[in-house]
């Protein structure tokens, strides 16, 4: 089925959405933020493209852009293909790193959604802001997946081998599920890449993630502590 076309015309509002190729990150450290930073505050006013909000988080980002002189697809795929080409020299990887094309919604002028889309990415912003100061202070502190895999081990009395297994019994379900809530939650790993780490289904990394969540609220754990 031919995709439709996008109302891409001057001065038009957008919500932007860029997402990784299978919800795989797509800022792994401050370099890849700089330089992607850097290349938008290049193009907006090389473009004239008015920005009013964004947030950029693990594996996507939100936009709230007006279209300038230059329309919404030749701004993105100016952006994207830069930064695509130097994250792949500097991470020695090969392929497209975003999944499909960008996504973009139309706000009409006067719509209450303006607003809300505001708030929104304005929101996701903040949680950004939140999530990425975390995952930079834990990296400082030397956190990884062995150290986690480490903890887990201490917190269980098991051994690594127990957490990889595919055993269900209790004390290895749970160890394995904190591991992947704090591998997710904490250090910022995709679940696809847990599930291949894993040798496990990406609905039982989810389940995991959850089992993990619900260990830590009730036991008080935390990775840092």
Not at 105 to 113: L, N, S, T, Y
């Amino acid at each position: 089925m031919p995709r439709l076309a996008r109302l891409d015309a001057p001065g038009i509002l957008h919500h932007v959405i860029i997402r990784g190729i299978e919800r795989r990150r797509i800022f792994r450290d401050s370099k890849d933020l700089d330089d992607f930073l850097a290349r938008f505050g290049n193009l907006i006013p090389e473009t004239k493209t008015a920005c009013y909000a964004w947030a950029l988080l693990t594996n996507h980002a939100h936009f709230l852009l007006r279209t300038g002189d230059s329309s919404l697809a030749t701004f993105m795929r100016r952006l994207l293909t830069g930064y695509v080409g130097q994250f792949n020299r500097r991470h020695k990887r090969h392929g497209p790193l975003f999944q499909n094309r960008f996504k973009s919604i139309v706000c009409q002028e006067g719509d209450d959604r303006i607003l809300g889309d505001s708030e929104f990415v304005h929101e996701m912003l903040k949680k950004a802001d939140d999530r990425f100061d975390r995952y930079y202070e834990l990296k400082r502190l030397g956190y990884n997946l062995e150290s986690v895999e480490a903890k887990v081990c201490r917190i269980y009395d098991v051994s690594v081998e127990d957490i990889y297994s595919k055993s269900r019994e209790k004390v290895k379900a749970e160890a394995r599920g904190l591991f992947c809530y704090w591998a997710v939650r904490e250090l910022g790993y995709s679940m696809l890449e847990l599930a291949r780490r894993l040798r496990m289904s990406q609905p039982g990394v989810v389940y995991a993630v959850r089992r993990g969540e619900r260990l830590a609220t009730e036991k008080w754990l935390a990775l840092t502590g």
